[in-house]
């Protein structure tokens, strides 16, 4: 479906990347996909289900095969410390038995060892971390200047790792308030070199009240989710503000669709160029991968 999308790179076809998946050990990946179709039966109409998706890594990596794609993004998540150093151990399986799929390492701000876990990512080829601030430590309001946080972020600029940050923060989405998408928004003024990607258009559920300092920031937004549930305009009016060159596409299968995303993805009323530069290029100039593909 994808081959030959958007505009050719020298010597090939635009290579497309999605930023944003998640896969489980068969055990595991069950118990996500029972959570996806409760959602769906409460009425969650973003939790539209994949056809032939299981969330595994075997059946990820096929439908990537399948659908045209260069890469897809591996995003782990430590709900508590002591998973950390499992969950990595599986991503960085997973990863070299496909190496379609490219790893993000869980991390946990609460590891006594947290430097050194961020160093051990890094000698082993992981490109960023996953985090999670409100699941991970309960935050309610902003809490990317907490020192907790601060400590991870210099670590992941000082090694060249990409921080992914999940952006559900329920205070703000029943407030209305703009605060940790302001805050996102300084962070590569306060850590320069920092690479971050705020997941889901930078504010799930709450997008009415963030655009003012987020958009046209240094901080790059994913497309995941979030084509679920905003009307085309909306998501062309924050493509448009904030710049294709920091709009990357991703899925957050199997929570999302890959099949419908791509679907939405596809419909959106874009320039051949725009569609190539979220479809891939800019997550491979972001992760560093684009020479690997000439």
């Excluded at 850590?191 to 790059?220: C, D, M, R, T």
């Amino acid at each position: 479906m994808l081959r030959g999308m958007g505009m050719p790179e020298p010597g090939g076809l635009t290579p497309v990347v999605d930023c944003h998946a998640h896969v489980y050990p068969p055990e595991l990946a069950k118990k996500a996909l029972a959570f996806r179709e409760q959602r769906r039966l409460e009425g969650e109409s973003n939790y539209d289900g994949d056809t032939d998706l299981d969330g595994t890594a075997e059946a990820y990596d096929a439908w990537l095969e399948r659908e045209g794609f260069a890469y897809g993004v591996i995003l782990p998540l430590a709900m508590k410390p002591h998973q950390v150093h499992k969950l990595n151990d599986f991503t960085e399986k997973v990863t070299k038995r496909f190496p379609r799929l490219l790893p993000f390492g869980a991390i946990h701000p609460d590891l006594d060892d947290l430097k050194a876990t961020l160093e051990d990512l890094k000698a082993r080829g992981f490109l960023g971390v996953k985090i999670h601030p409100f699941f991970q430590k309960g935050a309610t309001m902003s809490p990317f200047f907490e020192p907790i946080w601060l400590r991870l972020f210099e670590a992941c600029r000082d090694l060249g790792l990409v921080v992914l940050t999940c952006t559900v923060f329920y205070d703000e989405i029943v407030q209305k308030s703009p605060r940790a998408a302001n805050d996102l928004a300084r962070l590569p003024q306060a850590f320069p070199g920092l690479k971050i990607i705020a997941a889901h258009l930078g504010a799930i559920y709450n997008w009415g009240a963030i655009h003012e300092e987020l958009l046209g920031s240094e901080v790059y937004l994913d497309l995941s989710y979030a084509l679920g549930f905003l009307e085309q305009g909306t998501v062309l009016e924050i493509i448009q503000k904030h710049g294709d060159d920091k709009v990357l596409f991703g899925t957050d299968t199997p929570y999302g669709s890959a099949e419908r995303n791509l679907e939405r993805f596809f419909k959106l009323p874009i320039s051949s160029q725009e569609r190539a530069n979220i479809g891939g290029l800019n997550t491979l100039t972001l992760l560093g991968k684009q020479e690997g593909l000439r």
